[in-house]
């Protein structure tokens, strides 16, 4: 029997690397323990945080439930606010609407503050391409980007980097900075090169936490202050978000950002909340002349279009899956070859890469609901996951999703179809399991992916109608 | 068709599903939120403290002439104030000889350079401020510009004690938030920090790496 799933090989491949690779295993074991009991702290009433979850995942489904007419009203009240609102179908068009600020403005360089979003669409390639800067200015983002890498964790960038690798790499990167090991130095200078972009940039881009329908509000969390940099500081804001971040109410904001950082880090609170409700007023000293907001789909729509897989858009991006993932915690972010690595990377990819090439993340997981379980929003990350793996064995007429199916074989195909037959006539069920049990001995030993950790699969000596008969006797 | 009306479409044609009500969250308390007036300052201390913020007790007399002290005890000289700073008199009077005050009345782009660079501290009065979290409540405009309390190095917050809110949505509720945000509201709970290196807590990331909160008191 050939192996039931065929894991895409770069997948394996790099899983493999990551695992025999003793300093990465060493930095993700330390790095989680450490964010796991940082949030086992910040919740040590079990009731108050089941009630929080429940309100938190009402609120999101609340939203999700009323996503067009609150992104229209969420549009409505931005406009009256002077913010401009923008729509994209794909990463091309969200870049392309970018560039053409950027272009508008005659803008050379770019700050940025912390956006996943940005990196689903490769928007830092798409401008250094058209001749702007493209500089990340979370000290996690600068330190991947300096290191020509992307983010290993969605709230922590540079989990899988030691001082010493930072170290070296500010030495190597940066003129005139000796090697240092100390951490506060190693910030002072970040500080210091990173201070000089915020004053000169012509464009700041960053993310959005949530986006209030009610007041027209662009919710942003953070603790260094760059994301006040870059919302605040150039002439031109552009935040660019998911259709889903939307949510009802300015009260709303409160509970999720209840949860929000005691998930994420373990900390009761970020250093900056930040509720941006338009442009600079013409008697106003700082502040952007222009904000725009980016809307995005890349794929949303199609998780949204069904109801079990809907459930995925109710996500905070808080990361408290990965925390507890005990596949992420041995691979870490980069073996999965997404933007959004572990748990939440499994569920969101498909939607946004296809199920063709992202398949196999669904099948890397032992199931064992430690994502569920922690998650601020109740998303049945599980179920998703049973699902999306009988997607990928679909059949075409019963696909649903881009890529369904293509985790079928011919040979897979052929076993099931051999099997169907076998189960729906009697007759030919007896004598196929007659000479199962009779040549059991004949059973290979080589049984693919199976053997690999497990012994081989042998039919029972007696079948259950043999036994049956037995006891009636 | 344009993205806007494509993803419009694809939203309205999805199954509704089960309608969910909108969340009722007027029973909703942190479990930390109860207490009277003096409860709420001592929260509000202990987690600020936590926070790595300074907290001094003042009253409104006695401000200025703190303010000014702390300040020159960490080596300010030129810290930056607003047009609507209160007390402003007073406070010309106490800096004279201890400290440079620069008042905030051009637009920021004419001279971001000075800003960044010749600026030791900021000062900025505070709106309000919540207990669970530790923070301040800023509520940025013409007179406090939004930069007082980010560029300069060490940001000094005026806090009136009797404004302090259990929690955030006790404070949207209490001010009527959604009725008319500011174009910048910010809840600020301490200086600015990162723990992106290996996971340990630095001061003065990109913000200030001081926040002090004169607490005042009638």
Not at chain 1, 182 to 188: A, H, K
Not at chain 2, 43 to 70: M, Q, S, Y
Request: charged share 25%.
């Amino acid at each position: 029997m050939s192996q039931p799933i065929e894991f895409h090989p770069s997948f394996a491949e790099r899983s493999r690397a990551a695992v025999n690779d003793p300093n990465l295993r060493k930095s993700f074991r330390g790095a989680m323990d450490f964010l796991q009991a940082k949030r086992r702290a910040q919740f040590p009433d079990a009731d108050e945080l089941a009630r929080l979850r429940d309100l938190g995942s009402a609120i999101r489904r609340h939203a999700l439930a009323n996503l067009p007419e609150l992104l229209q009203q969420l549009e409505a009240k931005l406009t009256a606010n002077g913010v401009i609102v923008h729509w994209a179908e794909t990463p091309a068009e969200a870049n392309a609407i970018v560039l053409d600020i950027a272009r508008r403005r005659e803008a050379k360089r770019m700050v940025k503050g912390k956006s996943m979003v940005s990196e689903e669409c490769g928007l830092n390639h798409a401008m250094e391409a058209a001749g702007v800067e493209a500089l990340e200015t979370d000290m996690g983002e600068y330190i991947v980007q300096l290191a020509g890498e992307g983010p290993s964790h969605i709230i922590m960038p540079a989990i899988h980097k030691t001082k010493q690798e930072i170290a070296r790499l500010f030495e190597r990167k940066l003129p005139g900075v000796a090697y240092t090991e100390n951490v506060d130095e190693l910030i002072r200078i970040g500080r210091q090169v990173l201070r000089k972009k915020f004053a000169a940039a012509d464009i700041g881009l960053s993310g959005v936490n949530f986006a209030v329908a009610e007041t027209g509000t662009l919710f942003l969390v953070e603790n260094e202050g760059n994301g006040r940099m870059c919302t605040t500081v150039p002439r031109v804001h552009v935040a660019i978000t998911g259709i889903e971040k939307v949510v009802a109410k300015l009260e709303h904001v409160a509970v999720l950002n209840s949860l929000l950082p005691r998930s994420a880090t373990g900390q009761p609170v970020e250093t900056y909340q930040n509720f941006i409700t338009g442009p600079r007023k013409p008697d106003e000293l700082d502040g952007p002349d222009e904000v725009h907001l980016i809307l995005l789909d890349n794929g949303r729509t199609q998780a949204y279009a069904d109801l079990q897989l809907r459930a995925t858009l109710q996500c905070i991006r808080c990361g408290a899956c990965m925390n507890h993932c005990p596949v992420y915690a041995r691979i870490g972010g980069h073996a999965y070859g997404t933007v959004y690595p572990g748990p939440i990377g499994a569920i969101v990819s498909p939607h946004l890469l296809g199920l063709e090439s992202t398949y196999p993340l669904a099948f890397a997981s032992t199931l064992c609901g430690a994502c569920a379980e922690v998650c601020p929003v109740r998303i049945p990350i599980v179920d998703i996951l049973i699902r999306l793996r009988t997607e990928a064995q679909a059949r075409p007429e019963a696909a649903h999703l881009r890529g369904s199916g293509s985790a079928r074989t011919g040979k897979v195909s052929a076993i099931w179809r051999a099997w169907s037959l076998v189960y729906s006539r009697l007759r030919l069920y007896r004598i196929a399991t007659w000479f199962l049990s009779r040549g059991r001995a004949l059973s290979p030993t080589e049984q693919g992916a199976w053997t690999r950790c497990r012994t081989p699969l042998v039919p029972a000596s007696k079948r259950l109608r043999d036994l049956m008969r037995e006891r009636r006797r | 068709m344009s993205a806007r009306a494509n993803i419009l479409a694809r939203l309205t044609a999805a199954p509704r599903g089960e309608p969910v009500p909108l969340p009722d969250l007027t029973e909703w308390r942190s479990a930390a939120s109860q207490g009277d007036a003096a409860i709420r300052v001592a929260r509000f201390w202990t987690n600020i403290g936590a926070a790595h913020a300074e907290v001094h007790d003042t009253d409104p007399d006695a401000w200025p002439d703190l303010l000014c002290r702390l300040a020159a005890e960490k080596g300010v000289r030129r810290m930056l104030i607003g047009t609507g700073a209160p007390s402003a008199e007073r406070l010309t009077a106490s800096a004279a000889g201890r400290l440079e005050l620069v008042r905030y009345e051009r637009l920021a782009h004419d001279w971001k350079d000075e800003m960044f660079d010749g600026i030791d501290a900021g000062f900025s009065p505070v709106k309000s401020a919540i207990a669970d979290t530790g923070s301040l409540v800023l509520w940025p405009d013409a007179g406090a510009p939004r930069l007082l309390s980010l560029v300069p190095p060490i940001h000094f917050a005026l806090l009136d004690a009797s404004r302090i809110h259990a929690d955030l949505r006790s404070a949207m509720i209490a001010e009527r938030w959604a009725d008319g945000m500011p174009t910048n509201a910010l809840v600020v709970s301490g200086p600015s920090k990162t723990a992106d290196i290996q996971q340990t807590l630095a001061y003065g990331a990109h913000g200030p790496r001081e926040l002090v909160v004169l607490l005042v008191k009638s």
